[in-house]
């Protein structure tokens, strides 16, 4: 490594800690930015040596990056921003705190996968779905596709490993040379009606997919989830044993191995792995408060709101919806949800944005109450299971507000 | 209207929908079946034909190239040209309020618009995302309009359309002047489910769409307070 690439990743380990010991965070971003102010190359070089992969998409790539770390584990140590710092600086700092390692798995946000490319040239990249997500800010979902396809084209060796079930992914990943497809399945399919190829309609029947006017269809997948487990290429079946809830989680797994695949790991081997995972910076963690049974789930966007409902039991359910800058302001999002999965429930509502909720839920004809903290909430529900579904703000208040008490 | 249901066409959902449009009709479908108002809710999509006889059209917002096809096939398709001829009721948000005057810009080209309103849109000059409040035409009878926006168009009014309001928060239309109506056709830049916001609204097009001079009132303390909570947020 170059001497200024070494005082720059030096600096950056200290700063991170030092944000740290000063209470600001775990340093994962501060550390990144300021190496970076001294080698720009900094990320470049703190990835040479390292076989890395990288993980992007809308939705599931903290927890598919979590189980894919832990099935690399087994071949040496492996590098990682599991804290959900999902940009070049989260990698940077990543990279620089973790010292040298033969491995690397990197969750990258989605508008960042160009660069990451560039920079980290690595061996494989998982590409899970695209689907609206903070709307008032983020690219629209077709320019999002046309950005990926155009990153990919510059790397005509990286090993792709994409969702065969999204049309949007199966057309960005498409030209490349080197693809592993997957079927993990997918609940929401609003924004892939159109063809991004030729703009006709996108028909589908069961779990296939075509363009109607051309020849875009869903490629032929080599790892398909089926039930509570995955066919490998070769058509062996491996049970998936998560101590993750929900079908999605499967289909997460099933990428995992098969990017493990691509690093020599015998999904038979990897898919023991994972069981060892059991919770994703806080999600899918169980509390228990004054005799509730608390899990929390987090749902940023329509697509996760509808893999949330499959995970939830059927509980009291507290839903906390947010619209601060993280979040994206706009709350038009919930008339994409339907909550009817929920009619039969005990629903109580809180949040920033709970009069918003009131009038969607309304329209749907779920009663609820509101109620204006967490733990008016859990005092408010007997003693037992309490299903917690949170946008990405209210999810941390909720976290703290747990961390505080317990 | 006498017997017959309350019909209600959303069009193209396929194309245009892209910030939770399906509230319109799931709202209007709502308060039409509180007041004992049987309905019935279509969902047409771009390969299919648009039904003339409906009472009332819903169209919503999308991205830059689905707008231009959707464009494209309305005007092909004739079937909102013929039941605008007949009547009926249009609610046109974002993209789709931009779709029924004479021409607007997506990817930087100018087409075609329906020319059902007399107003023309193209691009300004920075993005408008954020809350839109404005005073409503005192014609429409109707209290403050309360949403939120994100486009990247600005709409130049003609003499043959009203706009809707005067911008109190946000840009609308180009600042000053939010929206456009005439006769049975409302359009808004208020984006997704406005509706949910401007339960006053969806009562005015219900109205419009079964002839009842009168609706009974709902209980809308949730949207009142949601209005309330908004109204605060944006004041100085």
């Known amino acids: 490594m170059p001497l200024r690439a070494k005082v720059a990743s030096s600096v950056s380990r200290t700063a991170a800690a030092l944000s740290r010991a000063a209470g600001r965070g775990d340093g994962s971003v501060i550390g990144g930015w300021i190496g970076l102010k001294i080698d720009p190359e900094l990320l470049a070089h703190l990835a040479q040596g390292r076989s890395v992969a990288l993980i992007s998409g809308t939705n599931g790539k903290t927890t598919t990056t979590k189980l894919t770390v832990a099935a690399l584990e087994g071949l040496g140590r492996v590098a990682t921003n599991a804290f959900g710092a999902n940009m070049p600086t989260g990698h940077t700092s990543a990279l620089a705190k973790a010292g040298a390692t033969p491995y690397a798995v990197l969750e990258v946000d989605e508008h960042y996968l160009a660069r990451v490319l560039d920079e980290t040239r690595p061996r494989a990249v998982a590409l899970l779905n695209l689907s609206r997500d903070q709307l008032d800010r983020a690219k629209e979902v077709a320019m999002m596709a046309q950005m990926w396809r155009d990153a990919l084209a510059h790397h005509p060796g990286v090993h792709v490993v994409a969702n065969a079930d999204d049309p949007m992914v199966t057309w960005a990943a498409q030209r490349s040379s080197n693809v592993t497809w997957f079927s993990a399945g997918q609940r929401w399919h609003d924004d892939s009606w159109v063809c991004p190829e030729c703009g006709g309609a996108i028909q589908r029947a069961g779990g296939d997919w075509r363009c109607t006017t051309c020849p875009l269809r869903r490629p032929r997948p080599h790892w398909v989830v089926e039930e509570d487990g995955v066919f490998d290429p070769s058509g062996a079946w491996h049970q998936v044993k998560l101590q993750l809830p929900g079908t999605v989680n499967i289909g997460n797994a099933a990428t995992a191995l098969a990017v493990a695949a691509q690093f020599g790991v015998r999904p038979a081997d990897a898919v023991l792995r994972l069981a060892s995972v059991t919770s994703v910076a806080g999600r899918y963690a169980q509390v228990e408060r004054d005799g509730r049974l608390i899990r929390l789930l987090l749902a940023k966007n329509p697509a996760s709101w509808l893999e949330a409902f499959d995970m939830a039991e059927a509980a009291p359910t507290l839903l906390s919806i947010n619209a601060r800058d993280p979040d994206g302001l706009d709350t038009s999002w919930l008339f994409d949800v339907d909550f009817s999965p929920l009619y039969g429930r005990r629903v109580l509502i809180t949040g920033d944005r709970a009069y918003d909720l009131a009038v969607r839920l309304q329209v749907n004809g779920i009663p609820f109450e509101h109620v204006t903290t967490f733990t008016d909430a859990v005092d408010a529900v007997p003693p037992g299971r309490l299903e917690v579904i949170a946008n990405y703000t209210a999810f941390q208040d909720i976290r703290a507000e747990l961390d505080r008490v317990n | ?236």
């Open chain 2, 1 to 236: 209207m006498s017997t017959e249901d309350l019909r209600i066409v959303w069009i193209y959902p396929d194309l245009l929908s892209t910030y939770g449009d399906r509230g319109n009709m799931l709202i209007l479908a709502a308060r039409a079946q509180a007041r004992g108002i049987p309905v019935e809710t279509i969902e047409v999509r771009s390969d299919q034909h648009l039904p003339d006889s409906a009472d009332l059209y819903l169209i919503g917002g999308g991205e830059d190239g689905p707008q231009a096809l959707a464009a494209q096939r309305l005007n092909a398709d004739g079937g909102l040209h013929r039941a605008v001829a007949r009547g009926s009721v249009v609610f046109a948000v974002c993209a789709g309020y931009q779709l029924l005057g004479t021409s607007f810009f997506a990817k930087g080209a100018k087409y075609p618009g329906l020319s059902l309103l007399d107003l023309e849109s193209d691009r300004g000059p920075s993005r408008a995302v954020g809350e839109l409040h404005g005073v409503i035409d005192p014609r429409l009878g109707l209290p403050p309009l309360s949403g939120f926006e994100n486009h990247g168009g600005r709409t130049h009014l003609g003499p043959g359309v009203s706009p809707l309001a005067q911008v109190t928060t946000g840009i609308g239309n180009d600042g000053t002047s939010e929206g456009a109506w005439r006769g049975n056709m409302l359009g808004t830049y208020s984006h997704g489910p406005a509706l949910s916001r401007n339960p006053a609204l969806a009562d005015l097009l219900l109205r419009w769409a079964t002839g009842a001079a009168y609706l009974p009132p709902l209980d809308d303390s949730w949207a009142e307070r949601l209005r309330q909570e908004r109204q605060l947020a944006v004041q100085p």
